[in-house]
């Protein structure tokens, strides 16, 4: 098949297994997920061909994969969708054709298959268990096909998002995918929690959005086209880099690049968009919690490199960042270290990981933003392989704690309140050694991990190119990050067992634990592909084949950087220093009273939530509910046109009894006054009110009215 | 067949009215007969329209299958009709709603004879204003449209039913005085009616000219202004929209449908059919003005729907919100007419009317399904409950974001456009846009909140007042909008082909 043709393909499968089980297989359980895990093998087997075929393809960046049709018609033109596969793409579609497999078949282990129904589940709620041969077991999650399709319809959206060669159906992937989130965070809805946390979700991220359209707007208005290839020509990008916007001394490129970039703020959770990723745990843990986090979040670091050209218009290697790009890096940096400061506080699990990924994307993004685009994308890859793994494997650790949970029968103890933990090495060994690895890699441990080498490459970059604020703050976040993973890992797995739960959790089945263990591989592996040339010893060892690639999708191969020793010797520093202090604080704590972090304004997350609920939710509430409905529709202009009433029954009575009764009546006799009264009789039952009869008698204003300007304006 | 072709758009327009009366004759107690007989009755308007789509030739400019009889000839009027991509668009939209809301009525068992004859009058009247070529013709259909409305809402509607209905009557009414007047002022000036012959003179107007006594820019100001007034409530842009939660409120389901669905556009239509043709230079020194109105809908539609506990009072602000759309659309239009943006926002606005209409129709038809079930549209009594009408719960959350304007569905598209359209146009008010955009999808979560998802309500869960299933006549109602709300969104082509031939040759 030819390449152009299998990469329109690649989305299709996840979609029609949506309306499949939707329309059809839904009362079947076991057809369900079939057909939702063939929908993502054949998306992952057409994914690795397009990228095998990419690979061998030199230089792919100057002749990209590309196929693109008509879509709309705009008076003369037309607007064209399509597909594309150039070195960026390509190295994206990899790491998501992975990551959205293993989700797929870790979700059958995670939502019970084959387990029995439970006694008194529901659907909308967490299965409570199933009572068989006298022991609780777990039981199956009532609405299991539903969830099959809602992740099949998030990977379309995924697909879509990454194979586009437009900003357009980049939209559209990016949308369907926010509706996913809200329908998987929400989809215990019947917990209050849940059903908030969904409705917060899509209405932080479509703030972004409404930013992101008018961006789209105006590129597509000063461009006439929203295919990537043709808005980056050297030509275009310099006439928007030249133009200034009139707004904040932007040039047009600057502001339609950030404001695209507000979009991301939104979806990879930034500052001061980043209050609904940690909500959104409330999605069944951790498979949507995955979703969010590790897959759709990187959409929008996706999106701001995919703008990159845009985003550095007028700026080349070495000179002074634009003033875009310097919003972008101070957001990305600002963003690194602020979440991370909040993650040492969190006690859930899972909620450690959402500011932790907050975290990294801001790293990401700050890379972009002082122009370090080959270390954006490594990180980009490398963070999705490690934090997919995390997230599954504290799915793992939640399933397993509620093993133990059914076992003791004690519904109070948290699942996944890691202070409920410890000692679960032993149970769980498959899970520990995989969570271990993705751990590790995040804190960016040393040489074997992928974290290593491309948090190494952000840092250097900040580094060589004098970014000196940017280096400092991202030093330091890297360190709090291997600070607080060291503090989970110990809390959870390492020392003994805190509870009687966690004494008797479990190791799940293969389906939960096999996509652990080939994430971990990508963990570890995956970082040498990037390592860098003039690396002491092992560069050149392996050829830097990831600069080479994805460094091609630019119109200019980025330099390579020159070696320094200081950045390298700062990530062995942070990385060991803070998993040592990590051990050392939390090995022998036994309960959050003795955690000397738990200081209040980390744990409320800087109140954040409450801030903005005074700030904004409930000033607009009352604005929507007392201002506009009450006051202004019902009050002032309801009561404007009541007047009209009034007005006109004024008119009707001075009429009557100054006109009719003296005149009419005595002068022409009493014969059409008694068809008046008549008519006017026959006519009062119909008012049963004084409002109707208002408005009944305004028409008459309206004529007279209408008749004295037409007589004396018009017609004079 | 060459009589069909020959009479296609008469036979669409007068074939309701002509079963309308055939139902007179019919037993008023056989309610299925006289159910299936107006359902029947409302297809074939349906079925001609496919063949008029078929045999619509986007390419040719001008109006198509024209027929000319004679009417008032002493006024030089005559029963001209006629269609063009915009109306032919609207004709389609037209006579697919009005079987969906037909078979919508099947519950209705209170005096179903007359019930089901309002409504192919209904039909008669707006399909009229959409294929009339003569402006008193235009006139007299448009007033014909409220006629049913009123009854509809005044016999069939719910608790206030008398007040909604009178405003909605009088409201309209008194815009179209002006209107009125303002097609008065035509006819006598050129001694036709007839608009396709009113496009060809009236711009020769010289502008130095006098008019009636005033220079020729002071006419057409008024006469501008006069037009706008009249289709503006009837849009309804802000601040003449408050008949229209009122009248939705309390119209019967089947009635909101079509109101929402093809009443509004009635407005719009007159915008672009009269408006921009026969004042192109006001429209334009004005578009700011109406710009302004079109975003006050837009943001405070979305703002009033949100502050909303009674969930149809809650859609019928969406509309103001949607129209908002269509009418920023026009504004764009008008303010750059004659380039590439004025057509875009241009065919976003025809798509956005006839998507809304989709959409709209569907969240009525929705509401009043669960209405008819529980008896209350307070927000505050349901919750919860997906787990008891999954069906149900699926389609109310696919429009919901039909209307919520998600990309991949219509609305997304059309919305595009005007947005593209206005922004190089009217910056500031297309961005106080986003404003409303960002609060359709809090009224829309907030309805998909309060009524299925959260803590159950046990009232509806067992006893007397178990919630049941969408059953299948109802689904059938549905999955005609659904379906089209989609390819519409995937792929627009097929419809805007045909608009956008149109809007070219106009503007």
């Given at each position: 098949?030819?390449?152009?043709?299998?990469?329109?393909?690649?989305?299709?499968?996840?979609?029609?297994?949506?309306?499949?089980?939707?329309?059809?297989?839904?009362?079947?359980?076991?057809?369900?997920?079939?057909?939702?895990?063939?929908?993502?093998?054949?998306?992952?087997?057409?994914?690795m061909?397009?990228?095998?075929?990419?690979?061998?393809?030199?230089?792919?960046?100057?002749?990209?994969?590309?196929?693109?049709?008509?879509?709309?018609?705009?008076?003369?033109?037309?607007?064209?969708?399509?597909?594309?596969?150039?070195?960026?793409?390509?190295?994206?579609?990899?790491?998501?054709?992975?990551?959205?497999?293993?989700?797929?078949?870790?979700?059958?282990?995670?939502?019970?298959?084959?387990?029995?129904?439970?006694?008194h589940?529901?659907a909308?709620?967490?299965?409570?268990?199933?009572?068989?041969?006298?022991?609780?077991?777990?039981s199956?999650?009532?609405?299991?096909?539903?969830?099959?399709?809602?992740?099949?319809?998030?990977?379309?959206?995924?697909?879509?998002?990454?194979?586009?060669?437009?900003?357009?159906?980049?939209?559209?992937?990016?949308?369907?995918?926010?509706?996913?989130?809200?329908?998987?965070?929400?989809?215990?809805?019947?917990?209050?929690?849940?059903?908030?946390?969904?409705?917060?979700?899509?209405?932080?991220?479509?703030?972004?959005?409404?930013?992101?359209?008018?961006?789209?707007?105006?590129?597509?208005?000063a461009?006439?086209?929203?295919t990537y290839?043709?808005?980056?020509?050297?030509?275009?990008?310099?006439?928007?880099?030249?133009?200034?916007?009139?707004?904040?001394?932007?040039?047009?490129?600057?502001?339609?690049a950030?404001?695209?970039?507000?979009g991301?703020?939104?979806?990879?959770?930034?500052?001061?968009?980043?209050?609904?990723?940690?909500?959104?745990?409330?999605?069944?843990?951790?498979?949507?919690?995955?979703?969010?986090?590790?897959?759709?979040?990187?959409?929008?670091?996706?999106?701001?490199?995919?703008?990159?050209?845009?985003l550095?218009?007028?700026?080349?290697?070495?000179?002074?960042?634009?003033?875009?790009?310097?919003?972008?890096?101070?957001?990305?940096?600002?963003?690194?270290i602020?979440?991370?400061t909040?993650?040492?506080?969190?006690?859930?699990?899972?909620r450690?990981?959402?500011?932790?990924?907050?975290?990294?994307?801001?790293?990401?993004?700050?890379a972009?933003?002082?122009?370090?685009?080959?270390?954006?994308?490594?990180?980009?890859?490398?963070?999705?392989?490690?934090?997919?793994?995390?997230?599954?494997g504290?799915?793992?650790?939640?399933?397993?704690?509620?093993?133990?949970?059914?076992?003791?029968?004690?519904?109070?103890?948290?699942?996944?309140?890691?202070?409920?933990?410890?000692?679960?090495?032993?149970?769980?060994?498959?899970?520990?050694?995989?969570?271990?690895?993705g751990?590790?890699?995040?804190?960016?441990?040393?040489?074997?991990?992928?974290?290593?080498?491309?948090?190494d490459?952000?840092?250097?970059?900040?580094?060589?190119?004098?970014?000196?604020?940017?280096?400092?703050?991202?030093?330091?976040?890297?360190?709090m990050?291997?600070?607080?993973?060291?503090?989970?890992?110990?809390?959870?797995?390492?020392?003994?067992a805190?509870?009687?739960?966690?004494?008797?959790?479990?190791?799940?089945?293969?389906?939960?634990?096999?996509?652990?263990?080939?994430?971990?591989?990508?963990?570890?592996?995956?970082?040498?592909?990037?390592?860098?040339?003039?690396?002491?010893?092992?560069?050149?060892?392996?050829?830097?084949?990831?600069?080479?690639?994805v460094g091609?999708?630019?119109?200019?191969?980025?330099?390579?950087?020159?070696f320094?020793?200081?950045?390298?010797?700062?990530?062995?520093?942070?990385?060991?220093?803070?998993?040592?202090?990590?051990?050392?604080?939390?090995?022998?704590?036994?309960?959050?009273?003795?955690?000397?972090?738990?200081?209040?304004?980390?744990?409320?997350?800087?109140?954040?939530?409450?801030a903005?609920?005074?700030?904004?939710?409930?000033?607009l509430?009352?604005?929507?509910?007392?201002?506009?409905?009450?006051?202004?529709?019902?009050?002032?202009?309801?009561?404007?046109?009541?007047?009209f009433?009034?007005?006109?029954?004024?008119?009707?009575?001075?009429?009557?009894?100054?006109?009719?009764?003296?005149?009419?009546?005595?002068?022409?006799?009493?014969?059409?006054a008694?068809?008046?009264?008549?008519?006017?009789?026959?006519?009062r039952?119909i008012?049963?009110?004084?409002?109707?009869?208002?408005?009944?008698?305004?028409?008459?204003?309206?004529?007279v009215?209408?008749?004295?300007?037409?007589?004396?304006?018009?017609?004079? | 067949?060459?009589?069909?072709?020959?009479?296609?758009?008469?036979?669409?327009?007068f074939?309701?009215?002509?079963?309308?009366?055939?139902?007179?004759?019919?037993?008023?107690?056989?309610?299925?007969?006289?159910?299936?007989?107006?359902?029947?009755?409302?297809?074939?308007p349906?079925?001609?329209?496919?063949?008029?789509?078929?045999?619509?030739?986007?390419n040719?400019?001008?109006?198509?299958?024209q027929?000319?009889?004679?009417?008032?000839e002493?006024?030089?009027?005559?029963?001209?009709?006629g269609?063009?991509?915009?109306?032919?668009?609207?004709?389609?939209?037209?006579?697919?709603?009005?079987p969906?809301?037909?078979?919508?009525?099947?519950?209705?068992?209170?005096?179903?004879?007359?019930?089901?004859?309002?409504?192919?009058?209904?039909?008669?009247?707006?399909l009229?204003?959409?294929?009339?070529?003569?402006?008193?013709?235009f006139?007299?259909?448009?007033?014909?449209?409220?006629?049913?409305?009123?009854?509809?809402?005044?016999?069939?509607?719910?608790?206030?039913?008398?007040?909604?209905?009178?405003?909605?009557?009088?409201?309209?009414?008194?815009?179209?005085?002006?209107?009125?007047?303002?097609?008065?002022?035509?006819?006598?000036?050129?001694?036709?009616?007839?608009?396709?012959?009113?496009?060809?003179?009236?711009?020769?107007?010289?502008?130095?000219?006098?008019?009636?006594?005033?220079?020729?820019?002071?006419?057409?100001?008024?006469?501008?202004?006069?037009f706008?007034?009249?289709?503006?409530i009837?849009?309804p842009?802000?601040?003449?929209?408050?008949?229209?939660?009122?009248?939705?409120?309390?119209?019967?389901t089947?009635?909101?449908?079509?109101?929402?669905?093809?009443?509004?556009?009635?407005?719009?239509?007159?915008?672009?059919?009269?408006?921009?043709?026969?004042?192109?230079?006001?429209?334009?020194?004005?578009?700011?003005?109406?710009?302004?109105?079109?975003?006050?809908?837009?943001?405070?539609?979305?703002f009033?729907?949100?502050?909303?506990?009674?969930?149809?009072?809650?859609?019928?602000?969406?509309?103001?919100?949607?129209?908002?759309?269509?009418?920023?659309?026009?504004?764009?239009?008008?303010?750059?007419?004659?380039?590439?943006?004025?057509?875009?926002?241009?065919?976003?606005?025809?798509?956005?009317?006839?998507?809304?209409?989709?959409?709209?129709?569907?969240?009525?038809?929705?509401?009043?399904?669960?209405?008819?079930?529980?008896?209350?549209r307070?927000?505050?009594?349901?919750?919860?409950?997906f787990?008891?009408?999954?069906?149900?719960?699926?389609?109310?959350?696919?429009m919901?974001?039909?209307?919520?304007?998600?990309?991949?569905?219509?609305?997304?598209v059309?919305?595009?456009?005007?947005?593209?359209?206005a922004?190089?146009?009217?910056?500031?008010?297309?961005?106080?846009?986003?404003?409303?955009?960002?609060?359709?999808?809090?009224?829309?979560?907030?309805?998909?909140?309060?009524?299925?998802?959260?803590?159950?309500?046990?009232?509806?869960?067992?006893?007397?007042?178990?919630?049941?299933?969408i059953?299948?006549?109802?689904?059938?109602?549905?999955?005609?909008?659904?379906i089209?709300?989609?390819?519409?969104?995937?792929?627009?082509?097929?419809?805007?082909?045909?608009?956008?031939?149109?809007?070219?040759?106009?503007?």
């Amino acid at each position: 098949m030819a390449t152009e043709t299998l990469i329109w393909l690649i989305p299709l499968p996840p979609v029609l297994a949506f309306f499949l089980i939707v329309l059809f297989t839904n009362k079947n359980k076991a057809l369900s997920h079939s057909v939702a895990i063939g929908a993502a093998f054949l998306s992952w087997l057409g994914s690795m061909i397009v990228f095998v075929r990419a690979i061998g393809v030199e230089h792919l960046g100057k002749q990209p994969f590309a196929s693109s049709i008509n879509w709309l018609p705009t008076g003369d033109t037309w607007l064209k969708i399509g597909v594309l596969i150039d070195p960026l793409s390509a190295a994206v579609l990899f790491f998501v054709a992975w990551t959205v497999l293993m989700i797929f078949i870790y979700s059958v282990g995670y939502h019970n298959y084959g387990q029995p129904a439970g006694d008194h589940d529901q659907a909308g709620l967490p299965p409570h268990g199933a009572t068989a041969h006298g022991h609780t077991v777990p039981s199956i999650e009532p609405m299991y096909s539903r969830f099959f399709a809602f992740i099949g319809l998030f990977a379309f959206g995924m697909y879509t998002l990454v194979v586009s060669d437009n900003l357009l159906t980049l939209f559209v992937g990016w949308e369907i995918m926010g509706l996913c989130s809200y329908l998987l965070i929400g989809f215990w809805y019947g917990k209050p929690s849940a059903r908030n946390a969904a409705v917060k979700a899509f209405m932080t991220t479509r703030i972004g959005d409404v930013f992101m359209l008018l961006g789209i707007s105006f590129l597509y208005y000063a461009t006439g086209t929203l295919t990537y290839r043709e808005i980056f020509t050297e030509e275009t990008l310099h006439v928007l880099s030249s133009v200034p916007s009139g707004v904040f001394g932007l040039s047009a490129a600057g502001l339609i690049a950030v404001l695209l970039f507000i979009g991301t703020i939104g979806k990879s959770a930034q500052f001061p968009l980043h209050v609904w990723l940690p909500d959104a745990m409330e999605g069944p843990t951790p498979v949507s919690a995955m979703i969010h986090a590790a897959t759709m979040v990187s959409a929008g670091v996706y999106a701001v490199i995919r703008m990159f050209p845009l985003l550095s218009a007028g700026w080349h290697e070495g000179a002074a960042l634009t003033p875009a790009m310097t919003f972008v890096a101070f957001i990305g940096a600002f963003t690194a270290i602020f979440a991370a400061t909040i993650a040492v506080a969190q006690n859930d699990i899972k909620r450690v990981l959402a500011y932790s990924t907050i975290s990294q994307l801001g790293f990401m993004i700050a890379a972009i933003g002082m122009g370090a685009y080959v270390a954006a994308v490594f990180h980009l890859i490398t963070h999705a392989f490690f934090k997919a793994l995390l997230f599954l494997g504290s799915g793992s650790v939640i399933h397993g704690m509620e093993h133990g949970v059914l076992h003791t029968g004690n519904h109070k103890v948290d699942p996944q309140d890691m202070f409920n933990m410890g000692g679960l090495r032993k149970k769980m060994p498959v899970t520990f050694w995989t969570f271990l690895i993705g751990g590790f890699a995040l804190s960016g441990f040393p040489l074997v991990t992928a974290g290593f080498w491309s948090k190494d490459e952000i840092l250097a970059d900040a580094f060589t190119n004098g970014h000196l604020t940017i280096f400092i703050t991202l030093a330091i976040a890297a360190f709090m990050t291997a600070f607080y993973t060291m503090r989970q890992i110990t809390l959870t797995f390492l020392g003994e067992a805190r509870t009687k739960e966690a004494e008797h959790a479990q190791e799940n089945k293969w389906t939960m634990t096999a996509p652990l263990v080939v994430l971990s591989v990508f963990a570890i592996g995956y970082g040498w592909v990037g390592i860098p040339e003039h690396f002491p010893l092992l560069g050149g060892l392996v050829p830097n084949w990831f600069h080479e690639f994805v460094g091609g999708t630019l119109a200019e191969l980025p330099p390579v950087l020159a070696f320094n020793w200081i950045p390298l010797l700062t990530s062995l520093v942070v990385a060991l220093g803070g998993l040592s202090l990590g051990w050392f604080v939390y090995k022998d704590i036994k309960s959050p009273a003795e955690d000397k972090f738990q200081i209040p304004l980390l744990k409320n997350k800087y109140y954040f939530d409450e801030a903005y609920e005074y700030l904004f939710i409930k000033p607009l509430t009352w604005f929507s509910e007392v201002f506009v409905s009450k006051w202004m529709d019902k009050g002032v202009i309801d009561s404007i046109l009541h007047i009209f009433g009034p007005a006109a029954a004024g008119i009707g009575s001075t009429i009557r009894n100054y006109f009719d009764v003296p005149v009419v009546n005595q002068f022409f006799g009493d014969g059409s006054a008694d068809v008046t009264y008549w008519i006017g009789k026959n006519l009062r039952p119909i008012q049963t009110g004084r409002i109707q009869q208002y408005l009944i008698l305004s028409i008459v204003v309206l004529s007279v009215v209408g008749g004295l300007v037409y007589f004396f304006l018009l017609a004079a | 067949m060459d009589f069909l072709n020959t009479h296609l758009l008469s036979l669409i327009l007068f074939v309701p009215t002509i079963s309308a009366l055939v139902m007179l004759f019919l037993p008023s107690g056989e309610t299925k007969l006289l159910r299936w007989f107006a359902f029947c009755a409302s297809l074939i308007p349906f079925v001609l329209t496919l063949v008029l789509w078929s045999n619509f030739d986007p390419n040719k400019t001008g109006f198509q299958f024209q027929e000319i009889y004679p009417w008032y000839e002493a006024l030089h009027s005559s029963l001209h009709l006629g269609v063009d991509g915009i109306s032919v668009s609207m004709v389609l939209l037209t006579t697919l709603l009005t079987p969906l809301a037909i078979l919508a009525s099947f519950s209705v068992t209170d005096r179903v004879k007359p019930y089901m004859m309002l409504f192919l009058f209904l039909e008669t009247g707006m399909l009229g204003v959409f294929m009339s070529l003569d402006l008193l013709v235009f006139f007299v259909f448009w007033e014909i449209g409220l006629v049913p409305m009123y009854f509809l809402i005044n016999q069939w509607g719910s608790a206030n039913k008398d007040y909604a209905s009178l405003k909605f009557m009088i409201y309209t009414m008194g815009g179209s005085l002006g209107l009125l007047l303002g097609i008065q002022m035509l006819g006598v000036l050129f001694g036709t009616y007839d608009l396709v012959t009113l496009y060809e003179r009236w711009n020769s107007l010289n502008a130095g000219s006098i008019l009636l006594g005033m220079p020729v820019h002071t006419v057409k100001t008024i006469a501008f202004w006069a037009f706008t007034i009249a289709f503006a409530i009837k849009v309804p842009i802000w601040p003449f929209h408050t008949w229209l939660p009122d009248a939705h409120t309390e119209a019967p389901t089947a009635g909101s449908m079509l109101l929402a669905g093809v009443l509004l556009k009635l407005g719009a239509y007159g915008f672009l059919r009269l408006v921009l043709p026969f004042y192109p230079l006001e429209a334009k020194i004005f578009a700011g003005a109406l710009a302004f109105l079109a975003v006050a809908a837009i943001v405070f539609g979305a703002f009033a729907a949100y502050g909303q506990t009674d969930f149809k009072r809650l859609v019928a602000y969406s509309s103001i919100n949607h129209m908002g759309f269509v009418v920023l659309g026009i504004a764009a239009a008008a303010a750059a007419v004659g380039t590439a943006d004025a057509r875009i926002a241009m065919n976003g606005a025809v798509l956005q009317m006839f998507n809304h209409g989709l959409s709209a129709a569907g969240m009525f038809f929705l509401v009043g399904v669960i209405y008819e079930r529980t008896h209350t549209r307070n927000l505050e009594e349901f919750g919860g409950l997906f787990p008891l009408v999954p069906v149900y719960g699926g389609i109310l959350i696919f429009m919901s974001m039909a209307s919520l304007g998600l990309p991949g569905l219509n609305g997304f598209v059309s919305e595009f456009m005007v947005v593209r359209g206005a922004f190089p146009v009217l910056k500031i008010y297309t961005a106080i846009s986003m404003i409303g955009l960002l609060f359709t999808g809090a009224y829309i979560l907030k309805g998909i909140a309060k009524v299925l998802h959260g803590p159950m309500n046990e009232l509806w869960a067992h006893g007397e007042h178990k919630l049941t299933e969408i059953n299948t006549r109802e689904i059938l109602v549905v999955v005609p909008l659904m379906i089209l709300i989609l390819v519409i969104g995937i792929w627009p082509m097929w419809i805007l082909e045909v608009i956008n031939k149109a809007v070219v040759a106009l503007f």
